[in-house]
């Protein structure tokens, strides 16, 4: 049991009592449940309030479109990772934080309610793009809630059409295939994978959606989707897809609009240093929206689950008084059909490659000015810190680097 201490304070704008906590936290994903047991590890007993404009308790998101497809034992009841039961954190679910007053120490909800803070964390994530379309005809795949209505859809011979071949579109796509789903899959890229791969990887990802009956259009944007009783997906060149339904993972924004609101810094995320502290001393970042300085990649802001729990924790202990810095590099994966890929650093096909052949996988290495600046495992699980010091410390040849 963790014990907490709050404070009621008179708000003298309400004219009503204000609670303020030691440790605030806007966002309600992995990196809020990662820095609350962040706080915990030096703090035992500081009052934490999370404020999430979710509707569902912290869970892991990778599992929305990888494990909770592909493990029948794993089920929506054993998703919630817990967070107000490990840590005494205050959960306040469906609360969406309309602005910050730095000078008051104070963030205002949609209720109307004020919360006071004496240090704050923005871990508002991201928010996914979109396409013209009619208001509903898209289920844009980010939340809880969208795996959910995506579960109810996936019947077999129901079709799908799903826009985007990132590595969500990808999964997706692979998940409801294997669910007898009928689907097709639209990417700009002329093969699947291929702006991340190089062209013989790219080549044989593509193959195991082929064999598995995803139907691939490549090469192709789509301008519009509209859904009368069936949904109509305008491609670029006029052609319409027909389907019953339309799912989108297209990539996605991070949400800075309350730090850009409150004056913070925000260039590609919002700025912090090396500490997750952002240009208020009381005020820290971390996960998807971070721009962070790392040593390995340089100043970057990454949007991937090692990236959001690690950095979520080393955020609550800095707030909690650790003047360790964060100097984890992260790394990002994904896993269809079998097949599963790591990867560090820049993955643009567009850059030189190297590859070396490891057992059954293959190394490729991103090369900028002759030096790595990325690292692709394919099919070599549990390399990734080898990969990062190649990067940090790349050797002359690079034939022996990881074996």
Request: proline residues 5%; hydrophobic residues 40%.
């Amino acid at each position: 049991m963790v014990c907490v201490r709050i404070v009621s304070t008179m708000n003298p704008t309400l004219g009503a009592h204000m609670t303020t906590y030691q440790y605030l936290i806007i966002g309600g994903g992995m990196a809020a449940d990662s820095a609350a047991h962040g706080i915990r590890e030096i703090d035992k007993d500081g009052s934490i309030a999370i404020l999430s404009a979710d509707v569902d308790s912290p869970y892991p998101r990778p599992a929305l479109s990888k494990k909770l497809w592909t493990d029948p034992e794993f089920t929506w009841d054993k998703t919630d990772l817990a967070t107000a039961a490990d840590t005494g954190a205050e959960l306040r679910l469906d609360t969406e934080v309309l602005s910050i007053d730095r000078d008051a120490k104070t963030v205002l909800v949609g209720s109307g309610q004020v919360f006071g803070y004496q240090k704050l964390l923005l871990v508002t994530g991201l928010t996914p793009s979109r396409i013209d379309d009619d208001g509903d005809a898209v289920l844009y795949f980010r939340s809880a809630r969208d795996y959910q209505k995506l579960r109810a859809l996936a019947q077999p011979g129901h079709h799908l059409v799903i826009i985007g071949g990132g590595y969500i579109g990808a999964e997706l796509a692979a998940a409801l295939v294997q669910q007898g789903c009928e689907v097709s899959l639209v990417t700009p890229d002329p093969i699947l994978g291929g702006s991340q791969f190089p062209a013989q990887i790219a080549s044989e990802y593509q193959k195991l959606f082929a064999d598995a009956g995803v139907h691939l259009v490549t090469g192709h944007r789509v301008s519009s989707v509209r859904k009368h009783e069936n949904a109509e997906v305008a491609l670029d060149d006029g052609i319409i897809l027909e389907a019953d339904d339309v799912v989108a993972g297209l990539g996605a924004t991070p949400v800075t609009n309350l730090a850009e609101d409150a004056g913070l810094t925000v260039d590609n995320g919002v700025v912090v240093d090396e500490y997750l502290r952002t240009d208020d001393p009381a005020i820290w970042a971390a996960g998807d929206i971070a721009n962070y300085p790392d040593s390995v990649l340089g100043r970057t802001r990454v949007e991937h689950v090692d990236n959001a729990t690690m950095m979520g924790k080393a955020a609550g202990r800095s707030m909690a008084g650790s003047d360790t810095p964060y100097t984890h590099t992260p790394m990002m994966y994904s896993q269809v059909f079998g097949v599963r890929w790591e990867a560090v650093g820049a993955l643009d096909a567009s850059l030189q490659t190297t590859s070396v052949e490891v057992g059954d996988g293959q190394v490729v290495y991103y090369l900028k000015d002759g030096k790595p600046v990325g690292v692709l495992l394919w099919n070599l699980p549990g390399r990734t810190d080898e990969a990062v010091k190649v990067l940090a410390d790349p050797p002359e040849d690079l034939s022996d680097a990881i074996n």
